[in-house]
């Protein structure tokens, strides 16, 4: 009989051990299985953190912006006269006619650029730079319609320029609020470069109140002051006057000038402000001119030599 209590109480303590050990053995596989999980759910929120940026430029869309701005933009082209004509010496109308001595017509020159319609009536903005000098001024539209514009006014210290055409009913951007642009937020650059009508590149506002000293200077002998918008949206010969928009389609500069040693993009650009284009419009279309204060003092930049 004890024999036999023997064999059970062995039986009985062999199956509990047994019982233990599995149990044992289930914890640690349940451990290990939330351990991966949790490893897994780490691994999955990081890398949704470092590819985050990645995913919003991917998914950021330009179109509406594009749409929006890409009608509104003209090509202007331009004709200026060279010379003013010259007398020149001809041997064989001397001999026949006795008057040797004629006047050559001017010679001609072509420009472009771009513009801005900034209302229905037929009102662009664009550089002065653009339409400096040109004795004749040609707009054309996206939808190749042209017409002939008229200079309203003028103000190099800007570089900026007003123009009209006889039109109705046409598109146009509406102003933005260029004070309050970021560094890093997208833009886009429409214009007319190389001759390549309605021409949309994208990048981001670089840095803001860059000073390139490349403006004249204004009425009585007053300081340009310059505060343009840097962009690295690509920006070459025949963007200038065109449209930086921002992601709504709002205008928010004017293109102007680019930093290059070959005369083509080579990554930075730089825009008038559209609150400055408003403000010079503004004072063109009621004085004729631009208004500004002068009070008699000059300004240069504060380094450390000065602080």
Request: hydrophobic share 40%; proline share 3%.
């Amino acid at each position: 009989m004890r024999k036999y209590l023997g064999y059970v109480g062995a039986s009985f303590l062999g199956s509990a051990i047994a019982v233990v050990f599995m149990l044992s053995v289930k914890h640690e596989q349940s451990e290990t299985l939330l351990e991966i999980e949790r490893l897994r759910a780490q691994h999955n929120q990081e890398s949704n953190h470092l590819t985050g940026f990645a995913t919003n430029a991917n998914s950021m869309d330009l179109t509406v912006a594009a749409e929006k701005s890409v009608n509104a933009v003209v090509h202007v082209k331009t004709t200026f006269e060279l010379d003013g004509g010259y007398y020149t010496f001809d041997p064989i109308r001397q001999f026949f006619f006795g008057d040797g001595m004629y006047q050559k017509a001017p010679r001609i020159g072509a420009g472009a650029g771009s513009g801005v319609i900034i209302s229905e009536d037929g009102y662009i903005v664009t550089n002065n730079h653009v339409i400096d000098k040109a004795s004749k001024i040609e707009v054309v539209l996206n939808n190749n319609k042209s017409f002939q514009a008229t200079i309203i006014g003028q103000d190099p210290s800007s570089d900026l320029a007003l123009l009209k055409v006889d039109g109705k009913d046409l598109p146009r951007i509406l102003y933005g609020n260029s004070d309050q642009v970021k560094v890093g937020e997208w833009v886009l650059a429409v214009g007319n470069p190389f001759n390549l009508e309605s021409t949309v590149t994208a990048g981001i506002i670089s840095a803001t109140g860059r000073d390139i000293n490349i403006l004249a200077n204004g009425p009585n002998g007053s300081s340009a002051v310059e505060s343009f918008i840097q962009t690295d949206a690509a920006v070459n010969p025949g963007n200038s006057g065109g449209a930086l928009v921002n992601t709504r389609g709002e205008l928010v500069g004017i293109n102007t000038a680019i930093s290059s040693k070959t005369g083509s993009f080579v990554g930075y650009s730089f825009a008038v402000p559209s609150n400055i284009a408003k403000k010079i419009v503004d004072d063109l279309l009621e004085y004729g001119a631009v208004q500004e204060a002068v009070i008699g003092i000059r300004f240069s930049p504060v380094d450390n030599d000065k602080i």
